[in-house]
């Protein structure tokens, strides 16, 4: 019997799975056998909180109930024997009563998509049900471990906050600086306006939280807690067994019958292992019951933990002993503490168990390390007996002789406590600070004789340098004896770059940066014992240490986690507009409580179709190769294995001549989709692709790198190139000319909700109904007609809304709906393809990396006068969106500098990796970051800041771009002009020199950015837009339109342009989806424009209706609309309307290199600052201020939430987000673990937002601004901030500066660019003589 509980629709709802199949996760049960499809799907690994739920059991040793957060795609149902379980639909509806949790994260605009939502929510709602005021702090740990893609986080903060213990609206009220003051001695624009916002909610409407409304924990299951059975259980699978023990002994006897058997106990490191590996274990023992696992025992020599303790019972237990115990005894306490605290997020810190930490010997393990130096000792036990194990390099190595013996389990861990002249640390340095795998981290603990520096004792142990936990016994050993002084320090470092070595192809890669980190972590070790001695000085005065100077001080601390603070400001309405008018209020999310209670329905919670199958897809395995046979007989005889499909079953088009939707011969990547089963279920189709058996003859040439395609002539299409002025004649009359390399790696979009698609063919016609995560449904219909060969108007696309799409969603899913409609028509029965992450990762390609080479030619004074640019992307396979993405990148290089000569040429690379296609900025953030390295590099040649050489050549009057389209600057100058001032950053550029003055080890950097960025599609044609609008005999209205639903609030805009035309409140209002029978030929919701086009249409359809409407309202001024309505239902006038816009005339003439290509421009500047740790390589981002020009915004929440979201995803592609592919072509990134989008730490600690007032644009649908995409870009602030930190080290350091910009400024790139005595000494490869982990392709 399985305890689920939950709350939908009745209060408590319990359920009894007598048959409960091991291989099930929670996830998978909860969405498909009950329905229950709130907890989302979004990575499958324990990586993203997508699917967080509350656990709820009691606890035998505390005799309490603790409720904890997990991620219910790990946890096997078999383990929640006896728990409660709330889900997202249990503690909330808007049917019923909304939680506040969900009404506040709603109503603080903390959902766009809201695919993570439900997680968000229920990760808060599991803090609150522990700490009812709980700390800042505490939010930042609970929500560390859930990932959103959209938001930028800080609304989804600020609704946590109003919980929090110092709840305040006044945001700034820690620094004394009150966000609502905006007057005083700020002199800028925005703050003399009186009519500026900063609220975007209102937090005395929130309902108040009242935990007497909470659940409780089942009666039942706490009785059966009290009384717990003894007995076995026995779960039995169809491939697995499950047996959970009841006492111990049971245990024992089990194990010693079954040694092969895994223990089981979070599963966070067997479950992705079997996922990964395809490896199923016949017999699960579940120790989950056994108590004497749970047990901790305090002595006067140290702490003993059962090793079913949970790691965030560990950090508690910890935490306990570091509060009672004198601290020189809990030295290694601490340690692991401050490892506890970023180890994953708090989902996985709840789930994972130390025994199984411990016993799994992952190589990056954070806590091994230290468990190690702090000599830990493992307590087994067996039916034999008891013994000690110690835990040490050995154990860890996994040699039989150190080992547990295959009967053996691990009961407990022992940690002794230190003592006095004993110094303990750890150290890890990961791609981002949270929620992210160390690349490498290490435990050190050395002990002095007492009251001198002589070294008596030395443990060295590091992690993420090897296949486990690597000990450097011989260093150590060699040191003892040694005075802990410089001459110890280098002699240390030198030893253990030879003992802790690692080859050149180490897997993982970033091997110069983990050798540099394996010393310059001693290196902070020697600092923090000799801070330490320090203190001990006053007690024993008898030795003097070695002094650090003040300006070496800075290399010991750690960056903290600060939630964010900040300010949103934006132009309020004008106080004459009517109440009734929406526009210019920041009006919810029309889904937003819907994201929050679960209740907002995505393609795959669609209810399963009768007959439904489920079609997986299967992929090339090499990147340029014949195919010479497919044998599919094997996976055919599988059970419920219905079909394969291959390009044969093709009706149609397959797809164009070079972009297949199937294979057919040859296959041009490694992802390249060659057929796909279709089964009755996701695991039996998901089985039968291990079955399929190609085989393939490598093909020349095979091409990955830019630069390779450039040596073999491998392009997609055509150069592209814009030239103005005469290039060649000014760069002879400048003073200085400098060349430089930029190159700017992919992105990859990780929308929360991955591809997916059902198709259901009707009995009659041939008709299709598909509905499809897609921001392009009229392409997936006409994709799907030339593949079946039947006309468009039998195919109806529906789109209720996209769980984010960033452009990647534009192309990709009439690829999925094509292949999914052949298996729907061959089979006759309705297909639903939902991709999982790591499929989705590897075949839908992303942004394209580029490569870009600069000239630049300028006067002393940093007046540039000629720029050639020439770049080159990587575009894969097939031409897809990169010649547009080409053009694109060419039209917006100049960003917004007037530079009077200027040649910019662009290519996209033909190569043999998975075709790269649309993303937010669509080249511009990529392309961009070439002009902007163009300014940096001129300011350190003049010799001036940056900010100078940009305000130098920036557009100051009406002018013309270099493809002739004329413009006026002046907002343009305002947003820089303004974020100068608002950010204070002359002053705050005087405060960073002075910090970088006096510390050696930490550096600032400051950068200010701005931004022309243009919108649209560059074709008239793509700018138009329809509408249709029925009025209801009711009174209701729905609305339809040609626009795709992806988070960025459309349909709410599209509902407060209604609201104004027709005068009338957005209640009777609705928008039920996108569709291709309503609104025809539409065009993709993409390019910034969606909102604005289809707004024009709306407003036309509602205006029409007015007009028809207009004699009645006449003739009846007092009556109401109902009156109205009625009345013209009885005059038989049409209440329904369709609304048209023509378009934006947009167009572009390459042969001329002249235009009109863009309707309008968005303006914005931003400033980052921030600090970056010179010996790891980390940094954290100290403030960002953003101005952006959304003139007469239409709502400036969503418009807020769009510049941040695009914000901080830019910031993502400029720092964190890292693709690696294999020398074979093989993208090793395929989930969050090895990809990292900013978490919630990521954000700014201060981050403003400004929309500019008083802008207007005649143009657009009431003077507002498309600004989907050019958020993205200002992200690069924080790049040139790190750049510029990175900078002011090597100067002091005397590091010539080579001009070659590389971008994610991860922190490999930033370590290794602030060279210096440990960079050094570490060892070099020649490249020649290895072949490496991984390769770069841009
Ligand atoms: C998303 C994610 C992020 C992560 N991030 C980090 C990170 O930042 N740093 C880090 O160090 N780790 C990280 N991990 C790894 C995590 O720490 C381990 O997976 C976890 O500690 C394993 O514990 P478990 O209880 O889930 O083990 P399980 O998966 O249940 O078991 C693992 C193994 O241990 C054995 N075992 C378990 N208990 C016993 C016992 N008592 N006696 C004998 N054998 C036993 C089992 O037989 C099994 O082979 C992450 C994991 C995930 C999923
Ligand atoms: S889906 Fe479970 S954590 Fe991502
Ligand atoms: S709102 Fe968070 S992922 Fe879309």
Request: with cysteine.
């Amino acid at each position: 019997m399985l305890g689920l509980c939950h709350l939908l629709p009745e209060p408590c709802h319990k359920v009894i799975e007598r048959n409960a199949d091991p291989e099930v996760t929670l996830l998978n049960f909860l969405r498909k056998n009950l329905r229950l499809t709130g907890t989302k799907y979004a990575c499958g690994r324990g990586g993203c909180g997508a699917c967080t739920v509350m656990v709820s059991k009691h606890d035998p040793v505390s005799a309490k109930i603790r409720h904890f957060s997990i991620t219910a795609c790990l946890v096997p149902i078999c383990s929640l024997y006896g728990a409660a379980v709330t889900t997202v639909e249990g503690i909330g509806s808007i049917n019923t009563r909304l939680h506040p949790v969900q009404e506040r994260i709603a109503r603080s605009h903390g959902t766009q998509c809201g695919f993570c939502t439900p997680g968000m929510v229920m990760s808060m709602y599991t803090l609150l049900r522990n700490h009812l005021q709980p700390s800042e702090e505490q939010l930042m740990e609970a929500l560390g471990g859930n990932l959103c893609r959209c938001t930028g986080y800080r609304p989804i903060l600020a609704s946590g906050r109003t919980f929090c213990v110092e709840s305040t609206d006044c945001q700034k009220k820690r620094t004394g600086k009150c966000c609502l003051d905006l007057g005083g001695n700020d002199s800028s624009s925005l703050s003399r306006e009186s009519d500026i916002c900063t609220d975007l909610f209102v937090e005395e409407e929130f309902q108040p939280l009242d935990p007497t409304q909470e659940l409780i924990f089942p009666p039942e299951l706490l009785r059966m807690a009290k009384n717990p059975e003894k007995q076995t259980l026995t779960f039995h699978g169809e491939r697995v067994t499950w047996i959970s023990p009841g006492t111990l002994k049971d245990l024992l006897e089990l194990k010693a019958k079954h040694p092969e058997a895994p223990l089981i106990l979070g599963n966070t490191s067997l479950g992705p292992a079997m996922k990964s590996q395809g490896r199923v274990h016949p017999i699960l023992l579940s120790p989950a019951r056994i108590s004497e696992l749970s047990m901790v025992f305090k002595t006067s020599d140290g702490l003993t933990i059962g090793a079913g303790c949970s790691l965030a019972q560990v950090k508690d237990i910890l935490a306990e002993q570091v509060s009672e115990l004198p601290e020189e005894k809990t030295q290694t306490y601490r340690a692991l503490l401050k490892h506890l605290k970023s180890l994953a997020g708090q989902q996985i810190r709840n789930m994972a168990s130390l025994g199984g930490h411990v016993i799994s010997r992952h190589c990056y393990s954070d806590l091994n390390p230290i468990l190690v130096v702090g000599n830990a000792t493992l307590n087994v036990i067996s039916e034999e007996g008891t013994r000690q194990i110690p835990l040490n390099d050995h154990f860890l190595a996994g040699l039989a002789s150190a080992d547990l013996k295959p009967e053996e389990i691990l009961e407990s861990v022992y940690i002794p406590h230190s003592q006095k002249w004993e110094f303990v640390s750890a150290f890890r340095q990961a791609q981002c600070q949270q929620n992210a795998l160390a690349d490498v981290s290490a435990g050190m603990r050395v002990i002095l004789e007492e009251a001198t520096d002589t070294i008596k004792e030395l443990s060295l142990s590091y992690g993420g340098v090897g296949e486990s936990t690597i000990g450097a016994h011989k260093s150590c050993q060699q040191l003892i004896g040694r005075p802990w002084n410089e001459p110890m320090l280098e002699e240390a470092c030198r030893l253990l770059l030879e003992e802790v070595s690692l080859p050149g192809w180490a897997p993982g890669g970033r091997v110069e940066f983990k050798r540099t980190l394996v010393v310059s972590f001693f290196f902070k070790f020697y600092l923090e014992v000799l801070q330490e001695l320090k203190k001990l000085v006053k007690v024993s005065d008898s030795h003097h240490y070695p002094e650090i100077s003040d300006r070496f001080l800075s290399a010991l601390e750690d960056f903290p986690v600060t939630g964010p603070r900040g300010v949103q400001r934006y132009q309020s309405v004008d106080s004459h507009q009517s109440l009734q008018d929406p526009v210019g209020r920041p009006i919810m999310h029309l889904s937003g409580l819907k994201h929050a209670t679960g209740e907002a329905i995505f393609c795959d919670d669609i209810p399963m179709v009768d007959r439904e199958l489920f079609m997986v897809l299967v992929t090339s395995t090499k990147a340029h190769a014949k195919i010479i046979s497919i044998d599919l007989s094997e996976a055919l005889e599988l059970p419920g294995v219905v079909d394969v499909i291959t390009a044969e079953d093709i009706p149609g088009t397959n797809g164009a001549e070079d972009d297949k939707l199937l294979a057919v011969d040859e296959v041009l990547c490694v992802g390249q989709i060659i057929c796909a089963v279709v089964a009755e279920t996701d695991v039996q189709a998901k089985r039968a692709i291990e079955k399929i058996k190609i085989t393939y003859k490598d093909l020349e040439p095979i091409i990955f790198t830019i630069n390779d395609a450039i040596k073999h002539n491998s392009f997609l299409c055509p150069e592209k190139k814009l030239e103005q002025g005469n290039i060649e004649e000014a760069f002879e009359k400048v003073d200085q000319i400098v060349e430089g390399e930029v190159h700017v790696g992919g992105q990859e979009h990780f929308y929360m909700e991955t591809q997916r698609v059902i198709v259901i063919p009707k009995a009659e016609d041939k008709e299709l109904d598909i509905y499809v995560s897609t921001q392009d449904p009229a392409h997936v219909q006409k994709t799907v007609s030339s593949t079946l060969n039947i006309p468009i108007n039998r195919i109806t696309c529906h789109v209720k809304r996209v769980g984010g799409g960033f452009g990647g969603k534009v192309g990709r899913p009439a690829v999925f709906g094509a292949i999914a409609a052949v298996g729907a028509i061959k089979t006759g029965r309705p297909i639903r393809l939902v991709l999982d992450r790591e499929d989705d990762m590897l075949i839908t390609g992303g942004r394209h990396p580029l490569f870009g080479k600069y000239k630049v030619g300028f006067m002393n004074n940093g007046r540039i006068k000629a720029l050639d640019i020439e770049c080159f992307i990587n575009g894969g396979c097939t031409l897809d969106d990169s010649e547009q993405v080409t053009e694109f990148l060419i039209l917006k290089l100049e960003n917004a500098y007037k530079i009077r000569n200027l040649r910019f040429r662009g290519r996209a690379c033909m190569t043999n990796l998975p075709s790269n296609t649309a993303f937010r900025g669509f080249g511009f953030p990529q392309g961009t970051l070439i002009t902007e390295s163009c300014i940096t590099a001129v300011a350190a040649k003049c010799g001036l800041l940056p900010e100078e050489i940009r305000e130098k050549n920036m557009y100051k009057t009406i002018d013309k771009t270099i493809y002739k389209q004329a413009f006026s600057p002046e907002t343009l100058i305002r947003c820089w002009n303004e974020c100068l001032d608002k950010s204070s950053f002359h002053s705050r550029r005087i405060q960073v020199e002075e910090f970088n003055k006096k510390n050696y080890w930490k550096k600032k950097g400051i950068a200010i950015i701005p931004m022309k960025f243009s919108v649209g599609f560059a074709a008239t044609s793509y700018h138009q837009a329809a509408a249709l609008v029925h009025i209801y005999t009711d009174g209701s209205v729905l609305v339809t339109h040609g626009g795709n639903e992806l988070g960025q609030g459309i349909h709410t805009k599209m509902l407060q342009v209604a609201s104004r035309e027709l005068k009338l409140p957005m209640s009777y209002m609705h928008i039920c989806e996108t569709s291709t029978a309503t609104v025809p030929n539409t065009i993709a919701t993409a390019a910034s424009i969606g909102s604005d086009v289809n707004g024009k249409a709306v407003q036309n359809a509602c205006q029409i209706l007015l007009k028809r409407l207009e004699p009645i309202i006449k003739k009846n001024p007092g009556g109401t609309w109902e009156d109205w309505i009625e009345a013209a239902f009885e005059q038989r006038i049409s209440l329904s309307a369709t609304g048209y816009f023509r378009g934006y005339k947009a167009d572009m003439d390459w042969e001329k290199g002249e235009g009109d290509p863009f309707p309008y421009y968005v303006y914005g500047a931003a400033c980052s600052e921030v600090e970056i740790d010179c010996l790891t390589g980390a940094h954290k981002k100290i403030r960002t201020d953003i101005i952006m020009d959304a003139c007469c915004s239409l709502n400036p929440a969503i418009d807020i939430g769009q510049v941040e979201g695009s914000f901080i995803q830019g910031m993502g592609l400029y720092t964190t987000e890292e693709l690696k592919y294999s020398p074979e072509g093989v993208l090793y990134s395929r989930g969050p673990d090895e990809y990292k989008i900013p978490t919630i730490t990521d954000v700014p600690e201060e981050f403003n937002v400004s929309l500019l007032p008083s802008s207007q644009t005649p143009l657009t649908i009431y003077s507002s601004k498309g600004l989907g995409e050019s958020g993205m870009f200002l992200g690069s602030s924080v790049f040139f901030a790190i750049t510029d930190a990175v900078a002011a080290a090597c100067k002091e350091r005397d590091i010539v500066e080579d001009f070659i910009v590389k971008s994610p400024a991860t922190p490999e790139q930033v370590r290794m660019a602030c060279a210096d005595r440990f960079t050094e000494m570490i060892p070099r490869d020649d490249p020649q003589t290895f072949k490496p982990w991984s390769i770069p392709i841009a």
